[in-house]
């Protein structure tokens, strides 16, 4: 997840670099900043706590995300924005190392007592085929289990990243576009999850029952997904909104198990 965010701050930079005007006018380039932003204290900062905890370094680096914010919401300068965004992708890297060199104790100690076969399979399948998709599936685990979180929207978030990581290693995009008669939808540049699932069982000889089961496992978890990021926003009541979006990401884990299951020919 990390990894993909500073890939994504340095393609925002690049952008702004390729301009001519002193001040960042555009809206679009407004709004690539507040999603960036929004995905790191939607998904990567928790994550982050999880592993390093509530440090002074990342309360420096959310201030730097929320003055990028600030930025996106007037015209500034352009040369204000690289900075900004060469301070945040120099922190995001060490992050990144950091969270690859730390052990997570607590994890596993969750794992061994509250794992069930199902969880356990799924795991074992993936620490060996996708790893990354398995330390998604694992914190998301952990945070379900936990009951200590003011906040599921990164856990969600987790749910999802270990489901799409296992689709675009099953699923590469050169061989999905390959197909004979494939179209990418309708404002996407590449490849949906909803395109690599039916790619995917389709390869492997199922009818169509079973990929359109599986294609609406996927909305469910898409449309889940997008209300738990959204529910902050909307709930009033931070108690509230806690006990509403965990039990929706308990659904939408049931979900992705269904889906994983299937895609990784776990036999139950």
């Given at each position: 997840?990390?990894?993909?965010?500073?890939?994504?701050?340095?393609?925002f930079?690049?952008?702004?670099?390729?301009?001519q005007?002193?001040n960042?006018?555009?809206?679009s380039?407004?709004?690539?900043?507040?999603?960036?932003?929004t995905?790191?204290?939607?998904?990567a900062?928790?994550?982050?706590?999880?592993?390093?905890?509530?440090?002074?370094?990342?309360?420096?680096?959310?201030?730097?995300w929320?003055?990028?914010?600030?930025?996106?919401?007037?015209?500034?300068a352009r040369?204000?924005?690289?900075?900004?965004?060469?301070s945040?992708?120099?922190?995001?890297?060490?992050?990144?190392?950091?969270?690859l060199?730390?052990?997570?104790?607590?994890?596993?100690?969750?794992?061994?007592?509250?794992?069930?076969?199902?969880?356990?399979?799924?795991?074992?399948?993936l620490d060996?085929?996708?790893?990354?998709?398995?330390?998604?599936?694992?914190?998301?685990?952990?945070?379900?289990?936990?009951?200590?979180r003011?906040?599921?929207?990164?856990?969600?978030?987790?749910?999802?990243e270990?489901?799409?990581?296992?689709?675009?290693?099953?699923?590469?995009?050169?061989?999905?576009?390959?197909?004979?008669?494939?179209?990418?939808?309708?404002?996407?540049t590449?490849?949906?999850?909803?395109?690599?699932v039916a790619?995917?069982?389709?390869?492997?000889?199922?009818?169509k029952?079973?990929?359109?089961?599986?294609?609406?496992?996927?909305?469910?978890?898409?449309?889940?997904?997008?209300?738990?990021?959204?529910?902050?926003?909307n709930?009033a009541?931070?108690?509230t909104?806690?006990?509403?979006?965990?039990?929706?990401?308990?659904?939408?884990?049931?979900?992705v198990d269904?889906?994983?299951?299937?895609?990784?020919?776990?036999v139950?």
């Amino acid at each position: 997840m990390l990894g993909q965010l500073i890939a994504d701050v340095e393609a925002f930079g690049a952008s702004l670099r390729r301009g001519q005007a002193v001040n960042v006018n555009d809206q679009s380039s407004k709004d690539r900043a507040i999603e960036l932003a929004t995905r790191y204290f939607a998904e990567a900062r928790p994550t982050l706590v999880e592993i390093l905890g509530e440090t002074e370094a990342l309360l420096i680096h959310d201030d730097l995300w929320q003055q990028l914010v600030r930025l996106a919401h007037g015209n500034n300068a352009r040369r204000t924005y690289l900075g900004l965004l060469a301070s945040l992708r120099r922190d995001l890297t060490n992050f990144n190392v950091a969270t690859l060199t730390s052990p997570l104790p607590r994890i596993a100690n969750r794992e061994a007592v509250s794992l069930s076969t199902d969880e356990t399979s799924i795991l074992q399948t993936l620490d060996h085929l996708i790893p990354s998709a398995a330390a998604s599936y694992r914190q998301g685990l952990a945070d379900l289990n936990g009951g200590d979180r003011l906040s599921y929207r990164g856990t969600a978030a987790e749910l999802r990243e270990a489901l799409r990581e296992t689709l675009d290693h099953l699923a590469p995009d050169d061989a999905v576009t390959a197909q004979a008669g494939f179209k990418l939808e309708s404002g996407q540049t590449k490849p949906t999850m909803k395109q690599k699932v039916a790619f995917v069982l389709t390869s492997r000889g199922r009818n169509k029952t079973q990929r359109v089961s599986a294609e609406k496992s996927l909305a469910v978890i898409e449309e889940l997904s997008g209300e738990v990021l959204r529910a902050v926003y909307n709930r009033a009541s931070l108690a509230t909104h806690v006990q509403e979006s965990r039990s929706e990401v308990q659904q939408i884990k049931r979900y992705v198990d269904t889906v994983l299951f299937d895609l990784l020919e776990i036999v139950r």
